[in-house]
Nanobody, 118 residues
C-alpha cells in the first residue's frame, strides 16, 4: 500500500509560480513512475505530467509544456511540480499518483488546491 500526500497549493496571481510536493510512503518509491493530474471545477480529471522511476524521463501535457517542471528526489521519496507562468486556466485541484507499468494511475493522493487569479 502506497500513501501519497500533496502540499504546496495556494492562491497566486497570474504569471506567478508555485511548487507542489508529493511525499510518498510505503512501497519502493524509486520503482514507481509518478504522475500529476488536475481537476478543474466542472471538468474531468486530466493528465498534467509524468516522470520515470529514475527521474530521467518526463512527459508533459501540451497545456503545461515549457511552464511546468516535474522532478523527483528518490532519497526523500518526494516528487515536485514546479509551476511557472501560471494562468487562470491552471486553477484546479492537483493530484499526484503512482503509475502502473501501462502508465495508468494507481494510488492517489488527496489533492492540493491551486487557484490562479487574473
Amino acid at each position: 500500500q502506497v500513501q501519497l500526500v500533496e502540499s504546496g497549493g495556494g492562491l497566486v496571481q497570474a504569471g506567478g509560480s508555485l511548487r507542489l510536493s508529493c511525499a510518498a510512503s510505503g512501497g519502493t518509491f524509486s520503482s514507481y513512475a509518478m504522475g500529476w493530474f488536475r481537476q478543474a471545477p466542472g471538468k474531468e480529471r486530466e493528465f498534467v505530467a509524468r516522470i520515470s522511476g529514475g527521474g530521467l524521463s518526463t512527459y508533459y501535457a501540451d497545456s503545461v509544456k515549457g511552464r511546468f517542471t516535474f522532478s523527483r528526489d528518490n532519497a526523500k521519496n518526494t516528487v515536485y511540480l514546479q509551476m511557472n507562468s501560471l494562468k487562470p486556466e491552471d486553477t484546479a485541484v492537483y493530484y499526484c499518483a503512482t503509475l502502473t507499468a501501462w502508465g495508468s494511475p494507481d494510488y492517489w493522493g488527496q489533492g492540493t488546491q491551486v487557484i490562479v487569479s487574473s
